[in-house]
């Protein structure tokens, strides 16, 4: 799947540029703006994003329709605040959020000495998360692919850096896997899209009824640290605020195939419940019933 033009280094200088003239009110309704002009524009990506969702929530006509306009509108929603977040101070962002469910998992996990494996799916406002745990001290890291390019990969590495994060590229660094792992030995968390698999790390699992492609990084990582796996979420509320939420932890054992499905199950669950908020733009099942394995 090629990437998406506007995802490139000067989109995001541009972005930013505007964000900081812009009250965050008005940045939202002009995003919203953008991304109902972006359904009849975006013709691939509203495609598929439209066929991933009837398939997991059974829509179809003016139904369909309705949840995927909703959904563009609200991915350029959750941009504008991922760069208004990059420029706000600790208590604007806080004012952001609404609820906080489920902390007491995280805390049970730093009590426990072994990390944390936060996963995630492209779901609300993943990076929202992050930004969260930092403000609170929780040592943090991001586990992601490298960027289109060096200087985007560096611009988000500052961007998380700046707000207490630490980012672990994987791919092309063959120490990243031993990087997360002594993260986690140290107790600190790690956190992880799961939804997409990174090249040639696909597990099999049943997703919503049909063969997909789950990472296998949060099976592997449990059997050599034994820490907790916790699925946490970021969920926009329709007033526009947040709700923050950490579910209780994945029952992890030796069967990976079966660890990697109950996370596939937590994570139908929650995107069943909120499929508006599901920011799949790329096929995640296949003709023959399997999902792309890439990130």
């Not at 698999?197 to 492609?213: C, I, Q």
């Amino acid at each position: 799947m090629k990437r998406n033009p506007a995802y490139r280094l000067g989109t995001f200088k541009a972005a930013l540029a505007l964000t900081k003239i812009l009250p965050r009110d008005i940045g939202q309704e002009i995003a919203a703006a953008i991304g109902r002009a972006s359904y009849g524009v975006c013709r691939d990506a509203r495609e598929t994003m439209c066929a991933n969702l009837a398939l997991a929530t059974e829509k179809s006509g003016d139904a369909l329709d309705e949840l995927c306009r909703a959904n563009f509108e609200n991915f350029l929603k959750m941009l504008a605040d991922y760069f208004y977040c990059s420029i706000a101070a600790p208590t604007q962002i806080r004012t952001l959020i609404e609820d906080l469910r489920g902390f007491a998992h995280l805390a049970a996990a730093r009590e426990r000495g072994k990390g944390g494996i936060l996963i995630t799916a492209h779901l609300g406002n993943w990076e929202m998360g992050g930004i969260l745990l930092a403000l609170d001290g929780v040592p943090l890291s991001v586990v992601t692919l490298e960027e289109p390019t060096t200087a985007l990969t560096k611009w988000r590495e500052e961007y998380r850096r700046r707000l207490g994060i630490k980012t672990i590229a994987v791919g092309s660094d063959k120490f990243a896997f031993v990087e997360i792992i002594s993260a986690l030995r140290r107790n600190e968390f790690v956190a992880m899209l799961v939804d997409r698999p990174y090249a040639n790390s696909g597990a099999p699992v049943r997703f919503f009824n049909h063969d997909a492609l789950f990472s296998n990084a949060p099976a592997l990582l449990w059997s050599h640290t034994d820490a907790a796996v916790l699925p946490a979420f970021v969920l926009q509320n329709t007033n526009g605020r947040y709700t923050s939420l950490i579910e209780p932890p994945i029952a992890m054992d030796a069967d990976a195939a079966a660890s990697s499905q109950r996370i596939a199950n937590a994570f139908e669950s929650i995107i069943r419940a909120h499929p508006e908020q599901w920011y799949n733009y790329v096929p995640i099942w296949k003709d023959d019933g399997r999902n792309m394995d890439e990130n």
